[in-house]
């Protein structure tokens, strides 16, 4: 079962070279364990997306001119996410009329990242 993904989450991008946290901006009201619950718009381009330090996708236009500059050696630039919207989300459970976000979603990147939730202090727990 996915656990639902609240602020202070940690994101890791396939080709960030950094771990990020994630922070609530698509809404300031709904809680759950105490911290804001994230939504599929917590990642959409007018939300505060983490960067996650240095990115080594050669796909990604800084790293290309940099690649590029270092005669040909794959050369790091700095990561500067671009991106839409998490997928798929929890189309069941709404927060203030957006799907919440899960742990198995993905944030996919322009420049070809994936974009994951590592770890989120919110937790699902089965009661028999």
């Not at 929890?90 to 770890?119: D, E, F």
Request: charged share 5%; net charge positive; with cysteine.
């Amino acid at each position: 079962m996915a656990n639902p993904v609240v602020m202070t989450a940690v994101c890791k991008c396939a080709f960030g070279a950094a771990p990020a946290v994630l922070s609530v901006t698509s809404q300031q009201t709904v809680c759950m364990c105490g911290l804001l619950a994230a939504t599929i718009l917590d990642g959409a381009p007018t939300s505060n997306v983490p960067t996650f330090g240095m990115c080594s996708n050669p796909a990604n236009p800084a790293v290309a001119a940099a690649t590029a500059a270092a005669m040909g050696t794959p050369t790091a630039a700095p990561c500067v996410p671009v991106t839409v919207s998490w997928v798929p989300g929890c189309p069941t459970v709404m927060v203030c009329g957006r799907p919440l976000l899960n742990n198995t979603s993905k944030l996919m990147c322009a420049y070809g990242g994936v974009i994951q939730i590592s770890a989120t202090p919110a937790k699902t727990i089965n009661v028999p």
